[in-house]
Structure formats: C-alpha cells, structure tokens
C-alpha cells in the first residue's frame, strides 16, 4: 500500500503555509450553509495572513441614545449582504431562506417577548398563565394589538396558524414546531377534523395544551407566529405561499408594513403608525441586498447604516470604518461538515437512510473529521471570531454544551490510522484509496458561494481529505449558488455525500430540529433510535429539572460524536455595522431595543460618511 502524509499535530508555521495555498486559489465567494434558517454568507478579506485575532467578548452589544436627541422621522438603509437574490416568501409560516428572516424581523412580530436567558416573558403582545399540570396554557393577546389593516389580532388567527402548518396541502417545513400541541398530529394525518389541544375562549384568548410538559415550553417550544385569518381563509393552503398575501403585499402587527418590493433586490417599509408598543421613530426603513464585495464602501459613503458584517473583513477594514460602531455577540449558530447518508420519505415525513451510500461508514466520516484542523481556520479566515466547534450543541447554550468534550482533534496520523484498519487501500497506487471492497472512492462535496472565503476554505478541506487519500471533488466542479444550494439539499440530491452547512440553533438548547429522524432540515436524513430516545428525553417533563436535562445532552452529544453523521467545525460571533447616527439599536435578545425596533432612532438627517 502507498504510504500516505503522516504528520499529525504539526507546527502552525506549516497549517499557515498550507491555508495560504488554499487560499490563493480562491474567487470572490463563500461557502456558509443554511439554517431554520437561518443560513449565513460569510465573506473574507484576510485569508492570507492571519493579522490581529480578535475576541467578541471586546464588543459592545447595543448602542445607547446616552441624551443624544433623535429626530423625527428619517429614512434608515439596512443592507441584505448577499450576491443572491432574496427569495421573498415573506412570511414566518412559509419561508426557509436566512434574507426574508431578516425582512421578517422588522414586520412580523411574535407573539411573546422573552428575555436575554431566551425565557418568554409577559411584555409582548400576549399574556399567558400556565395551569398546574405544566402542559395547558392560556395566552391573552393584548387589546390594543391590531394588524396593519387595522383589523384586531385574534386568538382564532393563532388558531388558524396551527390549522394551516397541520393540513395536508401545506408546502413549508414549520409544521414540526407545532408538532407539540395535543392532537396536532391527528389532525395532520387527516384523522382528526380539529386540533383538540387548542380552544378558543373569547376573541382575544387562546388556551393551548401541549402533549406534556417540557423545558423547551417557555424556550421558543411555542410556535407564537399568527396568521390573518381574514386574509388568508378564502386562499387555498397549497397557493399560500406563492399568494400576493405573502409575496406583494403581507399584513403583519409589527413595527413596520411593507410599502414595494422589488423582487429580489430591495422592500421598502413604512412606520406603522399605529404599532400597538407606540409609534416608530423612523419613518421609512429600506432593505437592500448588498454584495459582499462593495459592502465596505457603502458603508463608508453612508449608502446603508446597518449592515451584518463578515467578521473575517474586520481586521482589513475597521480602521477605515471610522463613521461606524460595531457590536458584536456569540452567535447562536455554528459550522459543520455534514455527510449525506439517505432521503427524504415526503408521504411518511420522515428521513430514510441509504446503507449503500459510501459515507454510511463510520470509519470514513470520523478519518475526514480528524482531517482539518478548525483551530488554524478560525485564526487564519476569521482572525480568531470562530473559533474550533467540539460538539453539536453549541456555547451559546452554555448549561448544556459539554465543555469536557474535546470532539474531533487535528491528528492526521489518527485519520490514517482509522482509514487502514477499516480496509480503505490505495490498490492501484494513484495514491488515493479505494473502498473496502476495492472499488473507486470519489466523494461530491457541496458548498455554497458567497465571499472571499468560499472557494478557498472549500479547497482546504479538499485538500486536507486528499492527504489522508480519500478522492472529494466539488459537486459540479464549482461552489452552489445559495438558493441551489438548499434546493438541491432538500430534494436529498444522490450526487451529494459531504456538504458544509450552517445551523441557526434558536434559543431552546434542543438539538431536534436538525438531528431528528422526522427532522425536515437535517439534510444527512442520518437516523438513529438512541438519538431520537435522547433528544425526545430531553424535552420531556423530567428535563424540567435541569440537571437531569444537561445530563441526558452530554450523553447526547457522546453519541453524535461516536457516530458521526456530521461535525461541527467552527462556533460564531456575529459583527453589525452600525452607522454613528444610528441609536437605540441592538442584536442581544432580550434587550428592550431588540425587542422593540420601534424604538430606534437617527440623530441626524443624513448619515455620516468615512473621513
């Protein structure tokens, strides 16, 4: 058998050498995967040399009016950071991309506030109590809260929401965050006429029994998005989406109503004078894409005054920022390397495994995690802003992220090591191995573009793979565009084995939503009983004691790490360029400003531009 690179912990003089070599083959784009959503594209100005590493502990997390006064009115730009087109299904029940969740976060509000802790609280635009039995609770949607028709808000549009996300017609993927009402399930498979865990008692409350008690409950286990029932009952559930009600002009209760949209490119917003928090302080918000290239100059010529900021541009760039402030905070997402193992059952809902697809070994996907080294990444392409991820429950949830574990170390010799004793040879001496029984190995991997970063991180991890022998290539031989991307992930494209992909990991620590075996989204359709056990455990009535839940996570978190169905790769912090006139603005959640957007402010007319 060929002998193949064996170096393992090597010096970080040699990793820097070799990103370089990956990062000069690279183009203007980059390789984040998606999300509930809640994707990310990242873009790269220093991959070539690491510079300054910098913490997201340094950063402020909101900006204060401090006495400065706010003006009436204005007009405030907030920037898409994409090449991409958004896809503009506007609208929480329905959407999947990450740019109509950010649209969606100044119209569509939800329901219940909650707290820096990711607790629902009593401060939004319902109320709720919680019987004895853990499991019913009964929400009081405020009087004063109508939808931007001046229609009032009503316990049956909540209703209607768990209607629509339960009928058989429905296109989206939300259906599992209703999943935990009592009798949803019947009502879904046609079995039920009604969903017999909700009642409605008067106009503006709504009780709702779940079918047990769960810590997850009053950590965003409550799908608090309603629907106006007066505007989408006459349409049918399979046209919702693509309805004028969802992609030309919605109706929502939040802050700001959509005034235009030019598709794909930009939506202008209008103050919804009669938000029932008080009337908004800007008149006007507009949001529009802007590439990743050219974001830096519109920020310095005042073109937009917010914009999410590629933390890997940060240290080429914030020196020459000087018109802007930065916030920053951990991101409730991370990275991963996920291998795609099956497909998706769309009459069962439910993810199938393929035993015959070449990455349904185990062995081969812990050789290719031990592969790369995430450490090198995050200093190399993100100046330290991420940093190596060890385990698939992220600390941004620090109770139940496992900080012992260590996951999967740099140790190219390991990786090799593992590869020989499970039979994977170079047989024909190409100095690539073959499988087990001989045959050619060649691996697709799919990655997305967008940024600097794209192209050269992706040929890293190529890279790295064919130094332990395995043969990976590009999916088509270049990056997937964003929208293709996730189509094709979806879909359970048999061309695809390995991907990179991002998770947006929500304020409940439950890892389901990603790993379950009913799991639209976990796009490896990997299943397993004792994981599908686990997680259901841990949301059940006995994790309400929270030690009890953090030890059934740990173990958890064992298991994803003994069977691999992907790794993760890097944690996040999250940058915002905020232009100096900008004011009362936040991305904490829980702080009043990220709750209340009607709050924020400009303390001039028109933006400050760079010196």
């Known amino acids: 058998m060929k002998k193949y690179l064996r170096f393992g912990k090597v010096q970080s003089v040699a990793i820097a050498s070799l990103l370089l070599l990956a990062a000069c083959g690279g183009d203007d784009t980059s390789s984040e995967g998606g999300n509930n959503s809640s994707s990310n594209n990242d873009g790269n100005g220093s991959s070539e040399q690491a510079g300054d590493i910098f913490s997201i502990e340094d950063f402020n997390h909101e900006i204060r009016a401090d006495g400065e006064e706010i003006i009436d009115g204005g007009t405030l730009n907030v920037a898409l950071v994409t090449d991409t087109p958004f896809e503009g299904t506007l609208n929480r029940n329905f959407y999947q991309g990450v740019f109509d969740g950010d649209i969606l976060y100044w119209t569509e509000e939800p329901l219940l506030d909650y707290d820096e802790d990711y607790q629902y609280t009593q401060t939004g635009a319902a109320t709720f109590e919680i019987d004895d039995d853990g499991r019913t609770f009964t929400f009081t949607i405020r009087d004063e809260v109508n939808w931007s028709d001046g229609e009032p808000v009503k316990a049956e549009d909540w209703a209607f929401t768990f209607e629509v996300l339960g009928h058989p017609d429905y296109p989206g993927v939300r259906f599992t965050e209703a999943s935990n009402v009592e009798g949803f399930d019947e009502y879904r498979a046609g079995e039920a006429d009604s969903i017999s865990g909700l009642e409605i008692i008067d106009d503006k409350t709504l009780k709702i029994t779940f079918k047990e008690a769960s810590p997850s409950l009053l950590a965003s286990g409550i799908w608090t998005y309603a629907m106006p029932k007066h505007i989408f009952e006459d349409i049918e559930v399979a046209d919702m989406e693509s309805s004028p009600a969802v992609r030309e002009n919605p109706v929502f209760f939040g802050p700001y109503v959509i005034d235009s949209i030019t598709p794909g490119e930009n939506v202008v917003m209008k103050k919804n004078e ?166 050619k190995l060649q691996l697709n991997f799919a990655s997305m573009s967008g940024g600097d970063t794209a192209e050269p991180l992706a040929q890293y991890y190529i890279t790295q793979w064919k130094n332990i022998g395995i043969d990976v290539q590009l999916l088509d031989g270049r990056l997937q565009e964003f929208n293709t991307f996730y189509d094709r992930l979806k879909a359970s494209d048999q061309d695809i084995d390995v991907y990179q992909g991002a998770w947006g990991v929500g304020s409940d620590a439950d890892p389901y939503g990603l790993w379950g075996s009913t799991a639209a989204f976990n796009y490896t359709r990997w299943t397993n009983e004792e994981s599908d056990r686990l997680l259901k455990e841990g949301t059940s009535e006995a994790a309400l004691d929270m030690e009890y839940r953090q030890e059934v996570y740990n173990e958890w978190q064992e298991l994803m790490l003994e069977e691999v169905p992907a790794f993760p790769t890097l944690y996040r912090s999250e940058l915002h360029a905020v232009n100096k006139r900008v004011v009362n603005y936040s991305e904490l959640p829980g702080s009043e400003f990220f709750n209340d957007r009607s709050q924020i402010g400009l303390t001039a007319e028109e933006p400050e531009t760079a010196n």
């Open 274 to 439: 009669n938000y029932w928090r008080g009337e908004p302080n800007v008149d006007e918000v507009v949001l529009k894409t802007v590439n990743p290239n050219v974001l830096n100059q519109a920020l310095q010529n005042g073109e937009v005054d917010i914009a999410t900021y590629q933390t890997d541009q940060y240290a080429d760039n914030y020196e020459s920022l000087t018109n802007v402030d930065f916030i920053g905070k951990i991101d409730l997402a991370y990275t991963y390397i996920g291998f795609q193992m099956g497909t998706w059952d769309e009459e069962e809902n439910k993810n199938v495994m393929d035993p015959d697809k070449q990455v349904s070994d185990v062995n081969l996907r812990k050789a290719m995690a031990h592969a790369v080294d995430n450490n090198a990444v995050g200093e190399r392409f993100y100046n330290g802003f991420r940093w190596a991820g060890t385990t698939l429950i992220p600390p941004s949830h620090p109770t139940f992220h496992n900080d012992e574990l260590e996951g999967f170390a740099y140790d190219v010799e390991l990786a090799n090591q593992i590869l020989d004793d499970a039979g994977y040879e170079d047989v024909d001496g190409d100095g690539l191995r073959e499988d087990p029984n001989g045959e």
